[in-house]
């Protein structure tokens, strides 16, 4: 079992930043592929980020957004940069087995999420 939780979340101005931050407990994160998701009121669930040994992002975030490890920290990272209105939502954490996998949604585990509210 792994045991995932977010932090970092907050509101800010848009083109303002924030990092999040994913701590796991349980399982060394080495193992996994990891991924950020995120939700907005009255939408799905959509993929933002994924890292195993290589990355893949969404679209709507490349050039923005960049994800990162820690191993030793066993945490994840989520640097948001030049951050949008549209960007607000609560985002998540999760492990899988492959980017791959990660990247389609099929995760194992996921956290609480946090908020990220973006004032215009």
């Known amino acids: 079992q792994v045991q995932l939780v977010e932090s970092g979340g907050g509101l800010v101005q848009a083109g303002g930043s924030l990092r999040l931050s994913c701590a796991a407990s349980?399982?060394?994160?080495?193992?996994?592929?990891m991924g950020w998701f995120r939700q907005a009121p009255g939408k799905e669930r959509e993929f933002v980020a994924a890292i195993r040994w290589s990355t893949n992002y969404a679209d709507s975030v490349k050039g923005r957004f960049t994800i990162s490890r820690d191993n030793a920290k066993n945490t994840v990272y989520l640097q948001m940069n030049s951050l949008k209105p549209e960007d607000a939502a609560v985002y998540y954490c999760a492990a899988g087995g492959t980017i791959v996998a990660v990247t389609r949604n099929e995760c194992d585990y996921w956290g609480q999420g946090t908020q990220v509210t973006v004032s215009s």
């Open positions: 349980g399982r060394t994160l080495s193992r996994y592929a």
